[in-house]
């Protein structure tokens, strides 16, 4: 089946500082997904993007669809100590029509220091 | 936002008993409902596809007989954990698809103990 791969694996930074993570995949995705979960939580959903090119932000975060539907990279501006978590990519497992199942990445634990 | 909860949140249970999680879509219908299971450090992995009225879909490798998925209604899914056993200590996370958006939600997880 379809693989993301995601890197780094984890990130220990200080407050302020930006912070970059990407996702790799063999196959072409049509939409890529980015995910944050807190520990104890359920991920929930930060940014999606649905077309290659597209560069989408959600206040600090900034994310993009490469073009060659094979990649696509989270940026955190300025991050706080709430930034604390792990972060996952996610895409579709399918052609995606509504029917698609998620495949994640492995995630990213994004540690802060204060 | 869509919310999506899941009971209980956490529960112990001794080995070789039954356990029940719910996942309910809150204000949204969702004919789909995905169960996944965590283990620490680790990603999301898919267990099942539950469907609404029809039978559930388990990804390679999960046993149907001991996960035993129940999705009555648009709103509601449940999985049941058959003779549980330590090894099935995990993380288990829900996630609804809204019907009519097919925006995907996950539900908060219920941490499972099996002593």
């Known amino acids: 089946g379809q693989q993301l791969n995601q890197s780094p694996q984890s990130m220990f930074i200080q407050e302020g500082e930006d912070v970059s993570m990407n996702c790799t995949s063999s196959?072409?995705?049509?939409?890529w997904l980015w995910y944050k979960q807190d520990p104890g939580e359920g991920p929930v959903l930060l940014i999606a993007?649905?077309?290659?090119?597209e560069l989408t932000s959600n206040g600090r975060l900034t994310a993009q669809f490469g073009i060659t539907r094979k990649d696509s990279f989270l940026n955190i501006s300025a991050s706080i100590p709430s930034d604390v978590g792990i972060y996952f990519c996610?895409?579709?497992?399918?052609?995606?029509?509504?029917?698609?199942?998620?495949?994640f990445g492995k995630g990213t634990l994004l540690t802060v220091n204060p | 936002g869509a919310v999506v909860s899941q009971h209980p949140s956490w529960v112990i249970c001794k080995s070789g008993t039954s356990v029940k999680i719910e996942c309910r879509s809150l204000d949204f219908q969702a004919t789909t409902m995905f169960w996944y299971r965590q283990f620490p450090k680790q990603s999301l992995m898919l267990m099942a596809t539950?469907?609404?009225?029809?039978?559930?879909?388990?990804e390679q490798g999960v046993e149907k007989d001991k996960f035993l998925i129940n999705h009555a209604s648009l709103t509601l899914s449940t999985l049941t954990v058959t003779s549980a056993h330590p090894e099935d200590s995990s993380f288990y996370i829900c996630?609804?698809?809204?019907?009519?958006?097919?925006?995907?939600?996950f539900g908060p997880g219920t941490r499972l103990t099996v002593t």
């Open positions: 196959s072409i995705f049509n939409t």
């Open positions: 996610a895409g579709p497992s399918n052609s995606g029509g509504s029917n698609y199942k998620l495949t």
């Open positions: 996630s609804a698809r809204d019907t009519a958006t097919y925006e995907q939600y």
């Open positions: 539950s469907n609404e009225g029809s039978k559930a879909t388990y």
């Open positions: 993007l649905y077309k290659a090119g």
